[in-house]
């Protein structure tokens, strides 16, 4: 079992940045993949940045590479996503979520992430 808890959204200005947190509890996040989906009104959520249980596998979105980090440090059960330049079409809810069963990859599908937090709203004005 893992419970995750997303903090660190809001509202910031195009060009700014923001640190997402997923902090987690349960046993089994060290060895879990962790990803970061987005999801804006009308639209599927996405995987927008990934990270395999020992780092060693990362998968960005087209739309966020070179502006966005995804991280994480296993000893406080925590993933961390920093996005830079931030652009109004960032605007999503932001969702942590874990996928406990293929920790040595990424996987792009929602479907496979057995283990989700509540969403945090970043909202990036013009």
């Known amino acids: 079992q893992v419970q995750l808890v997303e903090s660190g959204g809001g509202l910031v200005q195009a060009g700014g940045s923001q640190r997402l947190s997923c902090a987690a509890s349960g046993r089994s996040f060290s060895s879990a993949t962790m990803g970061w989906f987005s999801q804006a009104p009308g639209l599927e959520r996405e995987l927008v940045a990934g990270i395999s249980w020992s780092g060693g596998s990362i998968y960005y979105a087209d739309s966020v590479k070179g502006r966005f980090t995804i991280s994480r440090d296993n000893a406080k059960k925590t993933v961390y996503l920093q996005m830079n330049n931030l652009k109004p079409e960032d605007t999503a809810v932001y969702y942590c979520?874990?996928?406990?069963?293929?920790?040595?990859?990424?996987?792009?599908?929602?479907?496979?992430?057995?283990?989700w937090g509540q969403g945090t709203q970043v909202t990036v004005s013009s």
């Open positions: 979520a874990a996928d406990s069963r293929n920790g040595w990859r990424v996987s792009r599908s929602s479907a496979l992430y057995d283990y």
